[in-house]
């Protein structure tokens, strides 16, 4: 998988060995999955790992060094298979600028071009990484980066609505690798005192003129669980994609007490909900569709009621894992739609909570989560307030 070989002995800016400096220590949940993105599969193949191959393609390298969470070293070596051995590996900080600096302290030859490329491009293409390493090797030129000029309107808006129009003359989109003259950046970023978007933004503050390559639309950056889909497309995956539903239905009855729980939120009633957990009905239903998305049984399959260690347990548990289950897979969840049914209590006032909890333990956007209740009309045991009722459709992709 790597190309790199041994340092060379050059160094002149013109035969300058190169660094390839793969940043990967976020945490990437935004897009979902439960595992952080770098880390997902993508057609069979970890993100993480594509973007370096792509690095490897286009260049020889001298080094290649990942930049990680001190806590992904495991996964960071799984996602780079038997190649592993032929990466630096280095903890990356709390901050992205503080990771890049920790990366460029573990490289080997001071007279290096450094090409620093996030690991969640993992579709840059060989002409750009080419394109950017021969701008830094002409004469006078100590950094290079790669974008895309603005082809859409710009507004300025406030409050929901639009207040000004702004030009977009001279805009562009930035995107990675940025490659820099090793002792350039690596001033840059010791001079710096606060952190930064991008190492473009560090370089600039010290003064360092930067040079524009043509960038690619291709080479967009995954985020969210959209950038995912879309990915597979680009990997020709869509035909094969593997798209699963999943749905659930729970109840439970009420019994005494002064609050019920649903989707990990404290709601005040003159009753509570009976259950061997804590008996939230909207966790074990959306718990129960992804379970069922797998066609991995049920809650009771995973964490059985007979067993005294959940007794009273919060339900987050058996969600979360779910979604790491589901992420084991390759699967990440695109969205949620949760009906209550029950007289009481009114869950509308408190649906925006309970969304927000939902997003936050399936690692997902908000607006990929749907909370909503009916009423049964007062019939049956819901219409005589006897307890709660709750389904869940669940929709997981493997791209």
């Known amino acids: 998988m790597d190309k790199s070989g041994p340092s060379h002995t050059a160094h002149s800016l013109t035969a300058a060995p190169l660094v390839a400096l793969v940043v990967a220590a976020g945490r990437g949940t935004r897009a979902g999955g439960g595992l952080p993105k770098q880390y997902r599969s993508l057609g069979g193949v970890p993100v993480l790992r ?20 001190p806590d992904d070293e495991a996964l960071a070596r799984e996602a780079l298979g038997a190649d592993a051995a032929r990466v630096t590996l280095a903890p990356g900080g709390a901050t992205r600028s503080a990771s890049v600096q920790a990366g460029l302290a573990a490289v080997r030859d001071k007279t290096a071009h450094v090409l620093i490329h996030d690991a969640a491009r993992p579709f840059v293409a060989a002409r750009i990484v080419q394109d950017v390493i021969a701008a830094l090797r002409e004469p006078g030129c100590f950094a290079a980066a790669p974008a895309l ?11 929901g609505h639009v207040s000004q129009i702004q030009s977009r003359d001279g805009l562009f989109r930035a995107q990675t690798p940025q490659a820099f003259h090793y002792p350039t950046i690596s001033q840059a970023y010791a001079a710096a005192s606060e952190d930064a978007a991008d190492d473009v933004a560090i370089a600039l503050a010290h003064g360092v003129k930067i040079k524009v390559v043509a960038g690619d639309e291709q080479n967009f950056k995954l985020t969210t669980a959209a950038d995912f889909i879309r990915a597979g497309h680009v990997i ?95 699967y990440g969840i695109s969205n949620v739609d949760l009906t209550f049914m029950c007289e009481a209590p009114k869950i509308g006032p408190v649906s925006a909570a309970m969304r927000a909890r939902l997003a936050e333990l399936l690692s997902i956007d908000l607006d990929r989560v749907s909370v909503k209740a009916t009423t049964t009309e007062k019939l049956g045991f819901t219409g005589r307030k006897e307890g709660i009722a709750a389904m869940a459709t669940v929709t997981l992709v493997k791209p």
């Open 149 to 159: 000029p603005m082809t859409d309107a710009l507004w300025r808006a406030g409050e």
């Open 236 to 330: 020709g995956a869509s035909g094969a994609m593997d798209i699963r539903i999943g749905n659930g239905f729970d109840v439970h009855a009420f019994c005494a007490g002064d609050h019920v729980i649903l989707c990990g939120v404290k709601i005040p009633h003159d009753r509570a909900l009976k259950g061997h957990s804590d008996a939230d009905v909207g966790l074990h239903t959306v718990t129960d569709a992804i379970y069922g998305a797998l066609a991995e049984g049920d809650i009771g399959t995973h964490f059985p009621p007979s067993d005294p260690q959940w007794k009273g347990a919060p339900s987050d548990i058996f969600l979360i894992h779910a979604v790491k289950l589901a992420a084991s897979r390759g």
């Open 50 to 69: 594509r973007a370096v191959q792509a690095l490897w393609d286009a260049a020889d390298f001298a080094q290649t060094i990942v930049v990680i969470h």
